[in-house]
């Protein structure tokens, strides 16, 4: 003999029966999940998922605007981290605003490839985001390599990663690309420090110039070059020839 399982199509709600006759209907109907019986969620199965779903997301995080508090591992080193703290402060159902608290060690981001880089390290004071990781990076973090989660936190704030530049004022040194060219603006020194450096095409420099070495100019050296008639010591000069 075969048995037949029969399923109901009833939801325990619908099945519930008053236990007095001083019992409501609304006490009697009301679901044996308690977030489904709240005032928003009663209109409808769907409009009660919908309020569970909010709810799960409302604690997911992906990109939040943050502002520098601190930075550590700047110059020449390898790229260092930033203390940040959420600009959107948090606000509960009656209003109140709690702002956020400081997230400690956020690598932040520098344009590198290999071991050539741009090195424009953040300071105290600038806006830019934190992008969240979706899974807990301490251990990629600390090893600076692969590594496994360091615990099974889902985008969580703590492992955010910083990238700056947004919602900041003028800048007073900067490279600028214009379509009228490149300029390079620093109330610092400007040092260039290569092998060899080679410029294509007229040169003009309004100020002094110092070389503290030889210069050749149409092959002809400042330092070695003689002017034929002057005797040396004697201070008598003749007509110079090259």
């Not at 020194?189 to 030889?214: N, R």
Request: no cysteine; net charge neutral.
């Amino acid at each position: 003999m075969t048995q037949t399982s029969t399923f109901s199509s009833v939801s325990p709600a619908q099945t519930a029966t008053p236990t007095s006759p001083n019992q409501s209907a609304s006490q009697a109907s009301a679901s044996p999940y308690p977030v489904f019986n709240r005032a928003d969620a009663s209109a409808s199965d769907f409009s009660a998922l919908n309020t569970v779903i909010t709810r799960l997301l409302s604690g997911r995080r992906t990109i939040i605007p943050v502002q520098v508090k601190g930075v550590s591992g700047t110059g020449l080193n390898p790229v260092g981290t930033v203390d940040v703290q959420p600009l959107v402060h948090q606000q509960d159902a009656s209003g109140r605003v709690t702002p956020h608290g400081v997230l400690y060690n956020v690598p932040y981001f520098r344009l590198q490839g290999g071991t050539r880089a741009v090195i424009l390290d953040p300071s105290e004071g600038d806006i830019g985001l934190a992008l969240v990781a979706d899974r807990d990076i301490f251990n990629v973090k600390t090893a600076r390599a692969s590594a496994a989660p360091g615990s099974f936190r889902q985008q969580n704030m703590a492992d955010a990663l910083y990238i700056g530049g947004f919602l900041n004022g003028t800048p007073q040194d900067y490279l600028w690309f214009s379509e009228n060219g490149i300029t390079l603006k620093t109330s610092g020194t400007f040092s260039i420090d290569a092998q060899t450096t080679h410029i294509t095409g007229p040169v003009s420099i309004d100020g002094p110039l110092t070389v503290s070495q030889d210069a050749t100019a149409g092959g002809i050296s400042l330092t070695h070059h003689t002017h034929p008639g002057v005797q040396p010591g004697s201070g008598t000069t003749g007509t110079p020839q090259g």
